[in-house]
């Protein structure tokens, strides 16, 4: 019989939590996707503590979602910081989602901290369940099927 349930190895949610469900894992994604690579940048952005974060980007290079690379400004030592690799960079419809989410149902008075658009050309744009052929369908319309063999 097929496993069920939360702990269902097949499910990508579970797995995806499993590396990604610490809230500091995601705001280190986020500071990344703004262009702050340095520990530093991190660390003054999210208020981390040193081991909390060292950890945090420990497990996100683990994963996969950043990877370490070396830098040397003029005169100062070689250090490392920490670039998005292409798992990390997919990662950015996932958080425009919950930015959305948030917005909506748990609004700040003083509105939205950022908005997503298209680099470059700046056009507004919006996460969405998109169908092969293109058409996009509204979140109340989409089910989510467990596969024929559960």
Known sequence: M??????????????????LGERWAL????????????????????GLS?????ARLESLVAA????????????????VEYLLTDAGRDLSPVLAALAVWGDEHD????GAARRFSVAGSGEPVR??????DGHVV??????????ASD
């Open 2 to 19: 097929a496993s069920r349930g939360p702990l269902d190895p097949r499910c990508g949610i579970a797995r995806s939590l499993d590396l």
């Open 27 to 46: 705001l280190v994604v986020r500071e990344a996707l703004l262009g702050h690579t340095r520990f530093s940048q991190f660390r003054t952005r999210l």
């Open 50 to 54: 040193p081991d909390v974060l060292t």
């Open 64 to 79: 996969g979602v950043l990877e370490r690379s070396t830098y040397r400004e003029d005169g100062a030592r070689e250090r």
């Open 107 to 110: 609004p700040h008075p003083d």
């Open 127 to 132: 996460v969405a369940f998109v169908t092969g």
């Open 138 to 147: 509204e979140p109340a319309d989409v089910e989510m099927v467990p596969r």
